[in-house]
């Protein structure tokens, strides 16, 4: 068999700076400019005739294979020595009349003239090996990755997320939703916007109608956006000594549950949307309320019953409530106490989904330290603003190629 060419082959969603994408361009150029296989079918013809005293397969077989014109036999195939099968391998693979094709492929190349014992684990190893393969073909099959939960939070407003709702159509001046939900409660807040903010009017914004009601968050969870990766939001979160969590790139699902909610409003607000679908920011509201007052799948219970311990039905009362002598303290207690039951059926209703999701994904690929792996290219648009970029992305690499895993890399992916 050939060296291997890579240790570890994975996927691993990031953001590169120019200059790391100007290295990656010239680390792909450099492996688009392996070395066509040598040898033509005559040439390979004449070398099998050779070294058969180093081959030690053959010399303790030579009663199961037959000689035919100086060459030796498996019944009608030639048997391929050792040390020429890499050379037979890349005929079959990597010229361009083999056409870099799959296992079955070109396995059938092979065995319409060659024989080996190994010649099936052979060219399986030879085709994972190949890093023109790795880099320009799509990956089938389940994704790579099982689910993983981002917030595990004990209380409510300790854990957010949140993100924008863009390009809606105008309404009094508005075309924009920043949403911002509790992880824990699930209560959501939904702030209609002129258009989308900046760092600093981000951090008014989120004075005015977080802050205010909830305190300083623990956490947030936003995407890469540029009002979430400035420098200013980052200060801003330090002083208040809130963490930033960064999703990672072209991975929605680090934000699902921001997606979801998102997709709520969005019906609720197409629901009662006019044809000229300008009323939605009046809407909008209505659509926080509504949300909130009813019980959530993996709660059991309201977003306004977690956090006020008590709902807030949508038409009056038939029978006045009685007064109660319950005191401050005493209301305060019985809220925070149902607090771990929310936990714990938060937890069973992540445990559930994992369950359900893992069945359609597969691990993750083992990365090791020092080994070579290579990227996913989900952004080939990306390559136009890079020096010495291909003049296209039509016929970009579906990867980015020869890359080394840092220890932390290892560690995520881990």
Known sequence: MPDANYSALGEVGTVFTKEQLGLIVQNRATVKERPPPSGQPHELSQELRL???????LQSHRD??????????????????EELRGRVLAQAHDSKLSGH???TKTLKLLNGQFWWPTIRKDVKGYLQECPVCAMAKQKVGRPEG????????????????MDFVVDLPNSNGFNTIWT?????????????????????????????HVFRLHGCPERIISDRGPQFTSRFWKSFLGILGTERALSTAFHAETDGATERVQKTLQQ????????????????????????????????????FKVVNSRDFPPFPTLQKELPSDEKPGDWGERISAAWPSVQEALRTAKLDYKKYADRKRTSTPGLQSGGVS????????????????EPSICWSLSYFGCCEPSDSTVAIAS
């Not at 009323?279 to 009813?294: D, H, R, T």
């Not at 290579?374 to 970029?389: G, M, S």
């Open 101 to 103: 094709f799959g296992f």
């Open 268 to 303: 609720f607000l197409r629901c009662y949307s006019t044809y000229q679908q300008d009323q939605w920011s009046s809407m909008s509201p209505l659509a926080e309320y509504c949300i909130n007052n009813l019980d959530h799948a993996s709660t059991g219970v309201s977003p």
């Open 64 to 81: 199961e294979l037959s000689q035919t014109g100086g060459l030796w036999t498996h019944g009608s195939k030639y048997y391929v020595l």
């Open 146 to 161: 099982l689910l993983q939960s981002v917030a595990d939070p004990s209380r409510p407003w300790t854990d957010i997320a």
């Open 180 to 208: 911002i939900i509790d992880l824990f409660s699930k209560q959501a807040h939904f702030v209609a916007l002129k258009r989308l903010p900046t760092a600093p009017e981000l951090a008014k914004l989120f004075l005015q």
């Open 51 to 57: 070294a058969a005293d180093a081959d030690p397969w």
């Open 374 to 389: 290579v990227l996913v290219n989900k952004a080939p648009e990306i390559h136009t603003t890079i020096p010495e970029a």
